[in-house]
């Protein structure tokens, strides 16, 4: 799933202020905006409700993170932050969740679209039809065939190089549709399973019943995209708005600033608050420089929203002033390392499973914070938030965490390396990853298998490092260090990107394993057409018991993060849907 110099808040800043926002003071001072409405206050206090719930407008919401994102075009974006960020301030789409705490995030409701799809055929055929008078920044209207072109933008591979390509899947009947700039039809139109009767219709014809459509047709890569504003690989530089911002100026790498989009009509919109006049992201500040600056006020969050650092974990649990503004939060991400399928000798299931009994779970739990701040001992893929899971599926025996040496050994001879052997660890270059990767680098150690580390930019590190398989060939990738958080809330949304074979691609690779089992493949295939919910996840748990003995990941901590929010914001609370705070509904103390 993951900045820079604002005001500081100095002393000067009155103690009411700051008991009036996100999290400062006591449940009794906690009031709001709305009435004296009162939301919790504390730590955890972003996981039971809204902190300082408020509908007051104005002043500047300061975001920060140490990358840049993987992307700012919808249909190429990945990370979970992304998503989040988009959703609330600049892309809209036919449905999306609710801005609410607690089990209701999970919901979808209408946002583009005027009501729930009628479904017909058997499950197979949908159609929405949009609400009236919705508008882009600059004033043009919104229509129909704007969301098929963007679907027609994500088949196209020479542009949207990354980015989920679920709706390719579910939607190319065999037409083997070349994308929108290769599309042969005047209009860009050529699409035949999407189709357009009027301006304010869109009609999706799936190749087979799929009960996780909506969530698919609720991501930021099927928001609208009006043709003649598409400018293709620089789309990113400026996309266009349906949202209540815009993009004023983006210095990629640096800084975004987005300002109110005037022609967004909040009388369309159930969603967004719209609270801020401004959001101002700074970008490539060091991880502990980060952790600072959100402590002392001059930024309000990381929205990375991955936890703050070993070093800063005393100061926001044990100093009340930053305890009470703090949340571990159970992101629903999984921490893992993916074993390569495809580059000696882990091609060697002995050898993978040999990687799987030297690891030392505990030592990466520590690296990562510990239970608290790190997440629980993970056993397999499926994470507790995702029915399907079962703790008991860990075929390797790794719940207690701690390495077991000498069945890594028998498994080294068993793969002819009685010795061990080199291999190259891949992973992100900063904050706890590279600790963690240092941690299974020393894990992996103690039993002869020695593993060089190639830490590489955070930004591109899923789209064009570990997710183009040819070059995990070439680098000679044996273990690649990645984190993981469902798409959409099912075992689909979560699993199946990692290990269906089929959907295995030449760049924008998720099954960076490269598990392709026919097996696998044929139980994915029957979860499509399982409506029975309890019958679907049995048979996930089957599919993540037969991950877990191609010993091909190697999970280890089920996540939390440990993240701290400014007490001037306002609105906070934890979305279960991106298991970090909803971006859209902050506001600011002014």
Same mark, same amino acid.
């Given at each position: ?283 490539? %500040? ?48 999984? @921490? ?90 891949? %992973? ?34 899923? @789209? ?76 996930? @748990? ?22 701290? @929010? ?25």
């Amino acid at each position: 799933m993951k900045k820079r110099p604002g005001a500081l808040v100095t002393a000067t800043v009155t103690a009411s202020l700051l008991l009036s926002a996100c999290g400062g003071g006591t449940s009794s001072d906690n009031t709001s905006n709305n009435g004296g409405a009162k939301g919790p206050s504390g730590y955890n206090a972003a996981l039971q409700g809204i902190v300082h719930p408020s509908d007051k407008k104005g002043g500047t919401l300061k975001l920060t993170q140490n990358s840049g994102f993987d992307s700012t075009d919808p249909q190429i974006a990945y990370y979970a932050n992304a998503w989040n960020f988009m959703k609330g301030f600049y892309v809209r789409a036919l449905l999306t969740n609710q801005a609410k705490p607690g089990p209701d995030g999970l919901k979808l409701v209408p946002d583009l679209a005027a009501d729930m799809p009628t479904i017909e055929d058997g499950g197979k055929k949908y159609t929405f039809k949009l609400k009236p008078g919705l508008k882009y920044e600059d004033g043009s209207p919104i229509t129909s065939k704007d969301f098929k072109y963007a679907v027609e933008r994500v088949f196209a591979s020479e542009v949207v190089n990354a980015g989920p390509k679920y709706l390719v899947d579910v939607l190319d009947q065999g037409q083997k549709y070349p994308g929108v700039y290769k599309d042969t039809d005047p209009d860009k139109m050529g699409l035949k399973s999407v189709q357009t009767p009027d301006d304010l219709t869109i009609v999706f014809t799936l190749k087979e019943p799929n009960s996780d459509f909506l969530y698919l047709i609720s991501m930021p890569a099927a928001g609208p995209i009006p043709r003649a504003k598409d400018t293709g690989v620089k789309y990113a530089l400026h996309p266009v708005s349906s949202g209540p911002y815009k993009f004023e100026t983006f210095d990629e790498g640096k800084k975004l600033t987005l300002v109110r989009n005037e022609n967004w009509d909040p009388r369309t919109d159930t969603v967004r608050l719209a609270l801020p006049d401004r959001v101002e992201v700074t970008f490539g %500040t060091a991880v502990e420089e980060i952790d600072n600056e959100v402590l002392s006020g001059e930024v309000d969050l990381d929205i990375a929203q991955t936890g703050v650092q070993p070093g800063t974990q005393p100061k926001v649990l044990t100093q009340p002033d930053n305890r009470k503004n703090t949340d571990s939060v159970p992101s629903g991400f999984i @921490r893992y390392a993916a074993i390569s399928t495809k580059v000696p000798p882990l091609d060697n299931i002995h050898c993978r499973k040999a990687v799987q009994y030297a690891l030392d779970k505990v030592a990466m739990q520590t690296a990562r914070g510990g239970p608290d701040a790190g997440g629980a001992i993970a056993t397999n893929m499926l994470p507790p938030t995702i029915a399907g899971h079962d703790d008991a599926d860990d075929a390797f025996n790794t719940k207690s965490g701690k390495p077991q040496t000498d069945k890594a050994k028998e498994e080294l001879a068993a793969c002819g390396k009685p010795s061990g052997f080199d291999t190259v660890l891949a %992973t992100r270059n900063t904050g706890k990853e590279f600790k963690t990767a240092e941690a299974l680098q020393q894990s992996l150690a103690a039993v002869g298998i020695k593993a060089r580390l190639d830490p590489q930019d955070p930004s591109q590190y899923f @789209r064009s490092i570990i997710g183009t398989p040819a070059n995990v060939h070439n680098k000679g990738y044996g273990l690649m260090m990645a984190g993981w958080g469902a798409d959409y809330p099912t075992a689909a949304g979560f699993l199946q990107v990692l290990v269906d074979g089929r959907a295995i691609s030449a760049s924008g690779n998720n099954n960076y394993a490269e598990i392709d089992d026919p097996e696998i493949n044929k139980l994915i295939d029957q979860t499509k057409t399982e409506p029975d919910l309890a019958k679907n996840a049995e048979i996930w @748990r089957q599919i993540n018991k037969l991950v877990s003995e191609t010993a091909a990941y190697l999970p280890f901590t089920y996540d939390k993060a440990l993240n701290y @929010r400014s007490p001037r914001l306002t609105n906070c609370f934890v979305t279960p849907y991106y298991g970090m705070l909803d971006f859209g509904s902050l506001g600011v103390v002014s």
